[in-house]
């Protein structure tokens, strides 16, 4: 008599899919220790940190604004003729909040990622990936401000001007710092070393350095890049400064603001999904 045997194979667990990396951002408040951390490892070279970040500007600044506007006198802004010196600071304050966010999001971020792989002993602690990368844009926006706030007093005190709108100046100046963060912490995520950088530098911040109308108007540009240059960041947020700056308020200031907001907003997002993907999610 025969018997037969049936044996049956093991059905072989299936492993649940792994989240998609553009899924929305999980932000908590743990990303607020993070921030923190990096603001007491700075405090010990805030003073350095400062000199290093306002000297700069305020050699374009004087170099510049006094050299140069002794020869070009006064430039032609909307119809109001304004002192060169005006239109420039109007600029290159704009210009100095790029320029702070970037380095801060680039090659200190890239340090704590990568060299000294900060961001994984903290991902040791009960903070999320998500929570990093934003502390590392807010704190990156803040060492904006801060180098924009001490040029804003050195403006301040060599008279360029004295317009109570200022300090709607600095709050768009805020969101400046936070749009350049956003989109330097996506060179972050791709870089695998220092010198990626320069691509950033030279192939995107160079050319906006010129083409958003911080040293000369943009009405001398050809047409077809001045139309290719009012969608850039920074020129939205030379154009939101400058008329307070000249203690006017900002026409189609509510285009310009979303403008940078789009900026900001789409540039976090691809920044936290590349450093989901470098993360492995």
Same mark, same amino acid.
């Given at each position: ?27 908590? %408040? ?5 921030? %923190? ?102 704190? &990156? ?46 060179? @972050? ?42 969608? %850039?960041?920074?020129? @939205? ?19 310009? &603001? &979303? ?14 999904? %590349? ?7």
């Amino acid at each position: 008599m025969n018997t037969t045997t049936t044996t049956t194979a093991p059905i072989a667990a299936t492993a649940p899919p792994s989240p998609s990396v553009w899924r929305p951002p999980e932000i908590s %408040l743990r990303w607020w220790p993070v921030f %923190l951390r990096n603001l007491l490892v700075w405090r010990k070279l805030a003073i350095p940190s400062l000199i290093g970040n306002i000297a700069e500007p305020l050699i374009w600044l004087v170099a510049f604004g006094y050299g140069m506007g002794a020869l070009v006198g006064q430039v032609s802004v909307d119809g109001v003729k304004v002192p060169y010196i005006l239109f420039l600071a109007s600029g290159s304050i704009c210009m100095s909040a790029m320029n702070a966010a970037s380095f801060e999001a680039l090659y200190s971020a890239f340090s704590r990622m990568h060299v000294q792989k900060t961001w994984d002993g903290i991902m040791n602690a009960p903070v999320g990936l998500d929570d990093i990368v934003m502390a590392e844009m807010l704190w &990156a926006a803040f060492k904006s401000i801060f180098t924009v706030t001490a040029i804003l007093f050195v403006m301040l005190g060599l008279g360029i001007s004295h317009s109570p709108k200022l300090i709607v100046a600095w709050m768009v100046l805020i969101g400046a710092g936070i749009t350049f963060s956003s989109i330097a912490l996506i060179f @972050n995520a791709l870089a695998k070393g220092y010198d990626f950088f320069t691509y950033y530098f030279t192939l995107f911040m160079t050319p906006m350095m010129f083409l958003s109308g911080v040293f000369f108007p943009l009405e001398q540009l050809p047409f077809a890049v001045k139309a290719v240059a009012a969608w %850039l960041p920074l020129t @939205n947020a030379v154009a939101l400064v400058r008329p307070l700056f000249m203690d006017q308020w900002p026409t189609d200031w509510w285009l310009h &603001a &979303a403008v940078l907001a789009v900026y900001a907003v789409v540039a976090f997002w691809i920044a936290l999904a %590349l450093t989901r993907k470098r993360f492995k999610g």
